[in-house]
């Protein structure tokens, strides 16, 4: 992993944990396929048909796109249909093992150094299933990783190895990298707290609010009072401050002519507008955008781009973006990172990236008779 300046010298160590967050994932789900397996003194056909369901099933529910998982199945299959492990003394062993070795393969490193100097826009990009909201996960505290570390303004934020269940299962590399370390796991309201507030591909407002009380909402992460001083009246000053920051916000992002709508009753384009807000409102140092112009018209994209940019400008912070809209991506990012597979592939400013032949063959395949 890579140091990387944000907000004047603090650092993110950003270990795109996409492999670890797998295993956690499948070692619960597949842990009874597993048993069973190693139970049989035999596998027939049957056996191994029964397993790939499982496992197809357990990728598919883990968020792995569709074609990845099949051919992922397809790889896995050829090898356990082998003479040398169908004869072996312990076939379902063997089969466990090709399991593990497929799914380290498939997943890549387990590292991605992103330089996220402030105040800058950075986008990662990718196919389906790359990782890259796994990712973001990670790095929030949705996720926990089995193996690896983020540090945020220079302190762990996450941090976790291999033990117990999954220090059996877990076949990637660098698993002794982090055992001599502290285990840390903070929760996504911790983790807001100290700066980093994100979206979500689905909006996610709270539905039955305001605009405005959505805003206000998520100032109250940062307020200081306790339920005694709210009890007697004692926080009345801090929540005046707070109700005229908020306006404040809901004018600057052009939604204070809507305060009083409920917030589902705003067009798509204004609902995300009123989810960065929001985001906004947490006061972050590091803003994370997942797919922010998914369902979006080609009038609300434009607007889009035209927000984000001045977010950055405005409010002076690093915004790290998901993004699948080729034409956004281009436009508003100073740097660009692309991932597949789990593994950095390429990174560099726009023009670089738009003729990196790598980046090419991801998106639009290999010719096989080149």
């Known amino acids: 992993m890579q140091a990387a300046p944000v907000d004047g010298g603090g650092e993110l160590w950003h270990s795109l944990a996409h492999r670890t967050i797998m295993f956690s994932l499948l070692a619960d789900k597949l842990d009874n396929t597993f048993r069973r397996l190693r139970g049989l003194g035999k596998i027939s056909e049957k056996n191994i048909a029964d397993a790939m369901r499982d496992i197809r099933l357990a990728l598919l529910e883990a968020d792995v796109e569709f074609g990845v998982a099949r051919d992922f199945i397809a790889r896995v299959k050829e090898r356990a249909m082998g003479q040398e492990v169908l004869k072996s003394i312990k076939p379902g062993e063997q089969i466990v093992k090709i399991f593990r070795d497929e799914i380290a393969s498939l997943l890549g490193g387990d590292a991605v150094g992103l330089d996220l100097t402030d105040p800058a826009r950075i986008m990662v990009v990718g196919l389906n299933g790359a990782g890259k909201t796994t990712a973001f996960n990670c790095i929030t505290g949705v996720y926990e990783p089995t193996n690896g570390r983020v540090d945020f303004l220079g302190e762990p934020i996450v941090c976790n190895h291999p033990h117990g269940k999954m220090k059996k299962i877990y076949a990637g590399e660098g698993a002794e990298r982090y055992l001599d370390q502290r285990v840390v796991s903070y929760t996504p309201d911790v983790i807001t707290k100290r700066g980093i507030a994100r979206t979500f591909q689905n909006i996610r407002l709270f539905k039955s ?162």
Do not use: C, W
Not at 221 to 230: E, G, K
Not at 255 to 273: I, N, S
Not at 277 to 304: F, S, V, W, Y
Not at 314 to 341: C, K, P, Q
């Open 209 to 370: 609010m305001t605009v405005f009380e959505n805003v206000l909402t998520a100032m109250h992460v940062r307020r200081t009072s306790n339920v005694f001083s709210a009890t007697f009246r004692g926080n009345r000053k801090e929540e005046a401050a707070q109700r005229a920051k908020a306006l404040e916000l809901l004018k600057a992002v052009g939604l204070d002519d809507v305060k009083d709508e409920l917030a589902t009753a705003l067009p798509y384009g204004k609902q995300r507008r009123l989810e960065i807000a929001r985001a906004l409102a947490t006061d972050p140092k590091l803003l994370l955008l997942d797919e922010p112009a998914a369902g979006m018209n080609p009038q609300e994209t434009i607007e889009l781009t035209n927000f984000i940019r001045s977010v950055r400008d405005e409010f002076g912070l690093t915004i790290f973006l998901i993004e699948h809209h080729m034409n956004l991506v281009m436009d508003i990012s100073d740097r660009i990172y692309v991932i597949d597979f789990g593994k950095q592939i390429a990174a560099g400013v726009p023009a670089e990236i738009q003729n990196d032949q790598r980046v090419i063959d991801a998106y639009l395949g290999v010719d096989e008779d080149a």
